[in-house]
């Protein structure tokens, strides 16, 4: 049985001080537990120190997440984050991959891959993120898409515990555009995701790797996509930014 997750993507929002803020309000929020859910935080790299503080300070039941980072273990890459700086903030999770990554900085699937194997050779669990677009979608090419996305990033992984490697699918053209996936649209694809997974690396490896869904998911909603037999969590955006909200699909995931 995979244990649910939900992990929260702050993207380019909060200042420190607003993050240590909003990660005391998460931590009050959980003060409780959260049962059987892994929970992450990710947010940018200038708050990941003080949420780490937060965190120690109040034994908050989340961990915490970047989101990107660099291959490179240190050299002349300005502006780049290394995975052992990651990990010295006490990051154990990554976003890799991401939409955004991609369209507005030209991500690929080869960086998305090189990326992967950085992180985990320092022990970060990768959080890959897959999806298509509404032309692709619209065209019927969506699984064919996503399907080529997951062999391309997989490609040379060694995965022996398939609870270190994590998959988020974000349908691009439901992310802020006022269309809505359906829990039936995420397990077509996160079921395709885990045939291929079967096929790369086995039943039993691909059986145990998460799947998450990352297409606008919120507390209103979140429910129906967790029923579903291959979606094992969220990858939360907006709704990630108040404790409550968060904190809400936590609690359903626990349900």
């Known amino acids: 049985m995979r244990k649910r997750m939900i992990a929260g993507n702050w993207k380019m929002n909060k200042t420190w001080g607003e993050g240590v ?7 009050d929020e959980l003060k409780d537990g959260t049962g059987d859910v892994d929970v ?3 947010p940018p790299a200038v708050d ?10 109040t034994s908050a039941p989340f961990a915490l ?17 290394a995975p052992n700086m990651l990990e010295a903030v006490g990051a154990t999770h990554c976003i890799i991959g991401h939409s955004e990554r991609r369209d507005y900085f030209g991500e690929t699937d080869e960086d998305v891959n090189k990326k ?8 970060i669990v990768p959080i890959s993120c897959c999806g298509e677009s509404l032309e692709i979608r619209e065209a ?13 990033d997989t490609e040379g992984l060694e995965i022996t515990d398939p609870s270190k490697y994590v998959i988020a699918y974000e349908p691009i053209w439901a992310i802020g555009t ?9 397990q077509e694809v996160c079921g395709a995701i885990r045939a291929t997974l079967v096929e790369i690396f086995g039943e039993e490896i691909a059986s145990g790797i998460r799947v998450l869904y990352g297409g606008s998911a919120k507390p209103e909603n979140i429910a129906g996509f ?11 955006g907006g709704a990630s930014l108040k404790a409550d909200s968060f904190a809400a699909m936590v609690k359903s995931a626990m349900a």
């Open 178 to 186: 006022g269309k809505t996936a359906t829990a039936d649209d995420a």
């Open 40 to 42: 992450v935080v990710c």
């Open 116 to 123: 992967a194997k950085a992180l985990m050779a320092h022990g």
């Open 21 to 27: 803020v909003l990660a005391q309000g998460l931590a």
């Open 140 to 152: 019927g090419k969506h699984v064919e898409f996503v399907v080529d996305q997951i062999k391309k």
């Open 65 to 81: 997440g970047a989101q990107n980072v660099y291959w490179e273990e240190s050299g002349a890459y300005t502006g780049e984050t």
């Open 226 to 236: 967790l029923e579903k037999e291959d979606v094992d969590g969220a990858l939360v």
């Open 48 to 57: 990941l120190k003080g949420v780490s503080e937060v965190i120690d300070q």
